[in-house]
């Protein structure tokens, strides 16, 4: 067993040997260029060929219409601001600081993962492969998911390129894309699931907020539930969708500011009375950047 920790790549490991850092510096450049690449390649093109068929990623989000539409340009923003803040974290591997370089690499693994799967999950969505699409990102959900847990005490400055920013979106993609994956997305009765299954975000928001004070989370899903908020009104003005979305938007916003602002102050809000195990699992949002 211990072998086996020695040789798995996602093993939490206190210190990182000089070949394994020099490796996660150049597979965690790659693939985060790789991911910028085709993210930034396919918003922009629309490649033809005679053997292949692709549309631009939003231009298959309004193709095909449904109750987790979003709107382009607050999706986006997001990204930009996501790449950039993963660029901060890229360039944290080559600090000169011992101790946030071993911070960074700790979560290289799964950075990495990442950005592959995000790779994969464009290719397949702009050639309309939806239900494949689906599952490369419910594993990404896994492989987020699972570095949110087991590496929520890391600084802010990593938590959020690497973790809390990805796993907001995946969590929602799972959701946007799942509705253009159904036959029909919008017909009356996948628009009745869909005014259902949004308050999901609502729910897994507050999840991170109230157990965690992870504000990074509250304002990432906040910013999510716009874009579909505005996409939906647009499209539609008389119908829930778009009011859901504005309500969970506020919703989470107004948590997020709740823990937020404390926190900036030097203060720490909590919503219950912790305990010892508590404090012990309370992710990075009460230390610096």
Same mark, same amino acid.
């Given at each position: =067993?211990? !072998?086996w920790q020695n040789?798995n790549?996602?093993?939490k490991?206190?210190?990182h040997?000089? %070949?394994?850092?020099v490796?996660?510096?150049i ?6 260029l790789l991911? &910028? @690449? &085709? ?7 629309? $490649? ?5 068929v ?9 193709l095909? $219409?449904?109750?987790?539409?979003m ?8 990204? +930009?601001?996501?790449f950039?803040l #993963?660029? /901060? ?11 946030? @370089?071993s911070?960074?690499? %700790? @979560?290289?693994?799964?950075?990495i ?9 464009? =290719? ?16 990404n959900?896994?492989?987020l ?9 890391? $600084?802010?400055? +990593?938590?959020?390129p690497?973790?809390? /920013? $990805? ?10 894309? %799942? ?9 009356? &009765?996948?628009?009745i699931? /869909?005014?259902?299954f949004?308050?999901? +975000?609502?729910?897994? !928001?507050i999840?991170?907020? @109230?157990t ?5 989370? /509250? ?6 539930s716009?874009a +579909? %908020?505005?996409?939906?009104?647009k ?5 829930? #969708? ?6 969970i =938007?506020?919703?989470l ?12 102050? !030097?203060?720490?809000f909590?919503?219950r ?5 508590d404090?012990?699992r309370?992710?990075?949002?009460n230390?610096g950047?």
């Open positions: =067993m211990a !072998g040789y790549p996602f093993s490991r206190e210190t040997s000089r %070949g394994s850092i490796t996660y510096k597979l965690t450049l790659l693939s985060w991911s &910028v @690449v &085709v993210s930034v390649y396919f918003t922009v093109h629309e $490649p033809h060929d005679a053997f292949t692709r549309r631009r990623i939003w231009d298959q989000n309004y095909y $219409p449904s109750a987790f539409t709107n382009h340009i607050l999706a986006d923003i997001y990204w +930009i601001v996501l950039i #993963q660029f /901060g974290y890229v360039t944290s591997l080559f600090s000169s600081n011992a101790d946030v @370089v911070a960074a690499a %700790g @979560v290289g693994s799964h950075f993962l990442n950005n592959l799967l995000h790779f994969a999950f464009v =290719m397949l969505f702009v050639n309309s492969h939806f239900h494949w699409a689906e599952v490369i990102l419910v594993l959900f896994i492989n998911s699972s570095l949110y847990f087991r590496h929520n005490t890391v $600084p802010r400055f +990593i938590h959020v690497v973790a809390s /920013g $990805p796993l907001a979106w995946t969590f929602v993609a799972i959701y946007w894309n %799942g509705a253009i994956m159904v036959p029909h997305p919008h017909s009356l &009765v996948a628009r699931f /869909g005014n259902i949004i308050w999901a +975000i609502l729910v897994y !928001g999840f991170f907020i @109230v965690y004070n992870d504000y990074t989370m /509250g304002f990432a899903l906040s910013a999510l716009a +579909i %908020g505005v996409a939906q009104f499209r539609q003005v008389i119908a829930f #969708q778009w009011i859901f979305a504005f309500i =938007m506020a919703i916003f107004i948590m997020t500011l709740t823990v937020a602002v404390p926190a900036m102050s !030097g203060r720490e909590r919503w009375r912790t305990t010892a195990a404090q012990e309370a992710p990075l949002l230390e950047a």
